[in-house]
């Protein structure tokens, strides 16, 4: 497993497109929503200023770039091409390769992260304790691997040509209503209703409580834990179901 894991890893980095946009992307987006703002510009509806705020959304769309984008088109490519079924002839198991390349996936998220912090206290003079800075590092990473299992789900899920309009459709729209490119109190209050129940929005709301030094809202971490859950379980589901066609 340790060699597929290397194998994706090298793949991931090859791919130049795929690094813009999962590490490069978000930090470019930052710097475009924060705009003028400084440390004195709040979000509407909340004690965060608006470039502490975005920081932790980019953070966590850049995450989730790398961990969706990076796993649905690759995986359901490789279904059709035949390379999950040579593997299928190895030692390796079946949670092995979805393992291996969640991993892969979680390795490229970490840079994303850690550039969007970088340019948000460099450019924007965003502060944070240390602890701070670890907790919401690992938060935002580890959070990711809710994404990671719905990308595997979707490769499992669509077609190769299917794939690319399904994860974008996901992508973008978990993106816009979950509030990580623009504040959800800026949304009508029917919108901010439906936001809340969001993966994407729990999300974010965990790196905005650990910037306030406040517990986490128990609706945010059940809404998290379901959602993996349901992601997870279905793309074992989807796996076995994939398995007894070949």
């Not at 994706?8 to 980095?13: D, F, G, S, V």
């Not at 994404?147 to 299917?162: K, N, Q, R």
């Not at 309009?165 to 209703?193: E, H, N, R, V």
Request: glycine content about 8%; cysteine-free.
């Amino acid at each position: 497993m340790n060699s597929l894991i290397k194998l994706e890893l090298a793949r991931a980095l090859r791919n130049r497109k795929f690094l813009f946009f999962s590490v490069i992307y978000p930090s470019v987006l930052f710097l475009i929503i924060a705009g003028n703002a400084d440390g004195t510009t709040k979000v509407p509806g909340s004690a965060l200023t608006l470039p502490t705020y975005m920081m932790v959304s980019m953070a966590s769309f850049g995450a989730l770039t790398a961990v969706l984008m990076g796993n649905s088109e690759r995986i359901a490519k490789e279904r059709e091409g035949g390379w999950v079924r040579q593997l299928r002839l190895t030692t390796l198991p079946g949670r092995g390769y979805v393992l291996a390349k969640t991993a892969s996936a979680a390795v490229v998220s970490l840079p994303s992260i850690v550039i969007v912090f970088a340019v948000a206290a460099a450019v924007k003079d965003v502060r944070l304790d240390a602890w701070q800075w670890l907790a919401l590092t690992g938060a935002i990473w580890a959070g990711s691997l809710v994404f990671a299992a719905l990308g595997v789900a979707i490769g499992y899920l669509a077609s190769g040509d299917a794939v690319r309009p399904i994860t974008m459709i996901t992508y973008f729209g978990l993106s816009m209503l979950g509030g990580l490119w623009m504040p959800t109190t800026t949304f009508p209050g029917w919108l901010q209703d439906i936001a809340k129940w969001l993966p994407t929005h729990a999300y974010a709301a965990l790196g905005q409580a650990i910037e306030q030094s406040r517990a986490p809202h128990v609706q945010d971490l059940v809404v998290l834990v379901v959602s993996f859950a349901l992601f997870a379980g279905g793309a074992a589901w989807l796996y076995r179901k994939d398995t007894l066609k070949a």
